[in-house]
T-cell receptor
Framework: GNSVTQMEGPVTLSEEAFLTINCTYTATGYPSLFWYVQYPGEGLQLLLKATKADDKGSNKGFEATYRKETTSFHLEKGSVQVSDSAVYFCALSSGGTSYGKLTFGQGTILTVHP | NAGVTQTPKFQVLKTGQSMTLQCAQDMNHEYMSWYRQDPGMGLRLIHYSVGAGITDQGEVPNGYNVSRSTTEDFPLRLLSAAPSQTSVYFC??????????????FGPGTRLLVL
């Protein structure tokens, strides 16, 4: 079956530091890959996505590249801000009868200090 | 647009009680789903629906029922609450039309505590 593995957290950084959150996946076929963000007390918001190999998703300074050869979709940001403090979830959606159903990683808590 | 709304925001139940978590969306989305979020486990799919009158089970359906009588609403019923159902519940919707169904919009969540 499908699965998503994220690097264990929590991750604590100083403002303007470089961020990487690792994500690897196992899936049949050609899944779409996503990063969702959950700010304190809120629901999940789509941060970025990529729907085929070598695609790069980007939003709000965050980037992730769909690497089929390494089955990875690592999230990066060059300079984090205090407002980026949140929980980040990597997820996938595969095709066929699973179309639309999201499989999530366990989430990574990011805390950014001034 | 309100997007995806969920009620209540917080609920405390005693073991054996029943309740319904409400979910509504105003985006005319075909696809709706329910997830539960537990610490260290990410979100897991409970039930989903690809349109009015059509529902199916997800990864963790036991103890939950759903129905989809309208496009807008997708309630989740707990028939006999158990402490293992203490969790945060999220409803989500997605479009099969102009936007791909992969883009899912989540509600703010319902925090449920079963004593």
């Amino acid at each position: 079956g499908n699965s998503v593995t994220q690097m264990e957290g929590p991750v604590t950084l100083s403002e303007e530091a470089f961020l990487t959150i690792n994500c690897t996946y196992t899936a049949t076929g050609y899944p779409s890959l996503f990063w969702y963000v959950q700010y304190p007390g809120e629901g999940l918001q789509l941060l970025l996505k990529a729907t085929k190999a070598d695609d790069k998703g980007s939003n709000k300074g965050f980037e992730a590249t769909y690497r089929k050869e390494t089955t990875s979709f690592h999230l990066e940001k060059g300079s984090v801000q205090v407002s980026d403090s949140a929980v980040y979830f990597c997820a996938l959606s595969s095709g066929g009868t699973s179309y639309g159903k999201l499989t999530f990683g366990q989430g990574t808590i990011l805390t950014v200090h001034p | 647009n309100a997007g995806v709304t969920q009620t209540p925001k917080f609920q405390v139940l005693k073991t054996g009680q029943s309740m319904t978590l409400q979910c509504a969306q105003d985006m005319n989305h075909e696809y709706m789903s329910w997830y539960r979020q537990d610490p260290g486990m990410g979100l897991r799919l409970i039930h989903y629906s690809v349109g009015a009158g059509i529902t199916d089970q997800g990864e963790v359906p036991n103890g939950y029922n759903v129905s989809r009588s309208t496009t807008e609403d997708f309630p989740l019923r707990l028939l006999s609450a158990a402490p293992s159902q203490t969790s945060v519940y999220f409803c989500a919707s997605g479009s099969g039309g102009r936007a791909p169904r992969e883009t899912q919009y989540f509600g703010p969540g319902t925090r449920l505590l079963v004593l």
